[in-house]
């Protein structure tokens, strides 16, 4: 069992940067490749970035590509979502997820999953 705990979220501008934080308890952390998700009111949870087990491989979706970083710090069990240049159409609940896989992009391939946090992107 994975506890995941997503920190971070809140209101920011059009434009403003903001970095989650997901910290996890349970089984090593280091066995799993970790994922952002976000879902949107009325809209299905959608992949955001995806980082492997040793953070040698990185994935983005493209609408985020360019702008949003994912780090992990396996000392700290923690994973990190560096949000740059937010849009509107950002606003999302954020979720970090650990999968049983070096890396993966599909929601099915997670295993635990965090209880999100709030972002709002304001225009």
């Known amino acids: 069992q994975v506890l995941l705990v997503e920190s971070g979220g809140g209101l920011v501008q059009a434009g403003g940067s903001q970095r989650l934080s997901c910290a996890a308890s349970?089984?090593?952390?280091?066995?799993?490749?970790m994922g952002w998700f976000r879902q949107a009111p009325g809209k299905e949870r959608e992949f955001v970035a995806a980082?492997?087990?040793?953070?040698?491989?990185?994935r983005y979706a493209d609408s985020v590509k360019g702008r949003f970083t994912i780090s992990r710090d396996n000392a700290k069990n923690t994973v990190y979502l560096q949000m740059n240049s937010l849009k509107p159409e950002d606003t999302a609940f954020y979720y970090c997820?650990?999968?049983?896989?070096?890396?993966?992009?599909?929601?099915?391939?997670?295993?635990?999953w965090g209880q999100g946090t709030q972002v709002t992107v304001s225009s």
């Open positions: 997820a650990a999968a049983n896989a070096p890396i993966a992009t599909m929601a099915h391939e997670y295993v635990y």
């Open positions: 349970g089984q090593t952390f280091s066995n799993y490749g």
């Open positions: 980082i492997s087990r040793s953070g040698s491989r990185i």
